[in-house]
């Protein structure tokens, strides 16, 4: 049964507000579609109001499909364009067409057995990138994911969007730093810069600056959430696994563990920050003070959960990050409903109450 948090207001009190919760979504390819998931279950929580997104990468596209739809259809608008985005995706794939076909049904059960002969390709694919850049690669600079981003996500909408602010990360190339893009003035380039993968795409300019992937620096970027959102929860969505029980031996596996390291850094970063500061605010802190700094009041009041997809996703290995055909989308996206029943089941009263997610294990040792 889906019935997790308190109960709505009577009629004879509806002044009890919706609690608000801010969202932070992680980048991570295909992944994304588990996140696509945890979102569809959460709009369906009509006491739940989402205040803020921060996505970076395949976070951000959710946060703008969620935005736009939102302003065209409330809660059932975003669940809708979410869904036409991820579907869009899946029709972009090579497999899409024989998907459905008898074929397609035993392209499913035959990717384990397939992956010995597929794999060297790949990573030959992989050496070749390495010698290349997508300058050499690419020079035309195609990428499908963009036309797919105009066609399904009114960006006129997700500017004027009201009904909650989107914070969108991306690495600025020349010095490293985070950019966070101004809703107000978010276009498709943005995101797709919070979406660009140095090796296969070239960097992004805007402005006059060239951007990689938002992930470098802000995966997603919390501090927005913190300093710029009125809501004192905030669940960050994860699908890139913090530890792997087992030692990466082999060249690709190596490779994808630095990847998943990289993409965690900055948000490992936050998290221990958020950590020593509350830490911080309670050994020092007294009965009856107020602290002046408007950061430190954001940071105490805090509330932090977590609904991560690792154990879900881990199994599934870094590679399946670019795999795009329906049915595996469609998985993911269930997974991620599940993944998010599961949480409201069991944090869903310490919204508005308390943290779910400890995070004294965060700090450094």
């Known amino acids: 049964m889906r019935q997790s948090l308190p109960p709505r207001a009577s009629a004879a009190n509806r002044t009890?507000?919706?609690?608000?919760i801010d969202l932070a979504l992680q980048g991570g390819g295909s992944h994304g579609a588990f996140t696509w998931g945890v979102l569809d279950r959460l709009?369906?929580?009509?006491?739940?109001?989402?205040?803020?997104i921060s996505g970076t990468s395949a976070g951000a596209m959710n946060?703008?499909?969620v935005a736009a739809g939102l302003m065209d259809g409330g809660r059932e608008g975003a669940r809708r364009v979410l869904r036409d985005f991820w579907l869009r995706v899946s029709q972009a794939s090579p497999f899409h067409h024989f998907q459905n076909t008898s074929m397609g049904a035993l392209m499913g059960p035959a990717a384990d057995w397939l992956s010995p002969w597929i794999e060297p390709w790949k990573r030959v694919a992989s050496l070749w990138g390495h010698q290349l850049s997508p300058y050499q690669l690419n020079p035309l600079n195609l990428n499908p994911l963009?036309?797919?981003?105009?066609?399904?996500?009114?960006f006129d909408r997700v500017r004027h969007c009201h009904k909650t602010q989107l914070f969108i990360a991306a690495t600025q190339v020349r010095?490293?730093?985070?950019?966070?893009?101004?809703?107000?003035?978010?276009?498709?380039?943005?995101?797709m810069a919070s979406a660009c993968l140095p090796l296969m795409f070239q960097a992004v300019e805007i402005e006059g600056e060239a951007y990689w992937d938002g992930g470098y620096a802000g995966n997603p970027s919390l501090m927005p959430l913190i300093t710029e959102s009125q809501a004192d929860d905030l669940l960050l969505v994860q699908i890139n696994p913090i530890e792997r029980p087992a030692l990466p031996t082999s060249a690709g596996d190596i490779l994808d563990r630095i990847n998943e390291v990289t993409f965690n850094a900055s948000l490992v970063k936050e998290m221990r920050s958020i950590a020593l500061l509350k830490q911080l605010i309670a050994d020092e802190g007294r009965p009856g003070h107020t602290y002046r700094n408007p950061l430190f009041q954001r940071v105490d009041a805090l509330r932090v959960h977590l609904i991560d997809g690792g154990a879900s996703l881990t199994p599934l290995g870094a590679g399946s990050k670019t795999a795009t055909h329906w049915a595996f989308l469609s998985?993911?996206?269930?997974?991620?409903?599940?993944?998010?029943?599961?949480?409201?089941?069991?944090?869903?009263?310490?919204?508005?109450?308390?943290s779910s997610l400890d995070l004294s294990g965060l700090q450094a040792s």
């Open 16 to 20: 009890v507000p919706r609690h608000q």
């Open 43 to 52: 709009l369906e929580e009509d006491r739940l109001e989402i205040a803020a």
């Open 63 to 65: 946060a703008v499909a």
């Open 146 to 154: 963009r036309d797919i981003l105009v066609e399904t996500v009114d």
């Open 175 to 191: 010095t490293g730093a985070l950019r966070v893009f101004d809703q107000r003035t978010l276009n498709a380039d943005m995101v």
């Open 331 to 354: 998985q993911l996206h269930d997974l991620g409903v599940k993944a998010a029943d599961s949480w409201l089941n069991q944090h869903g009263d310490a919204i508005g109450v308390r």
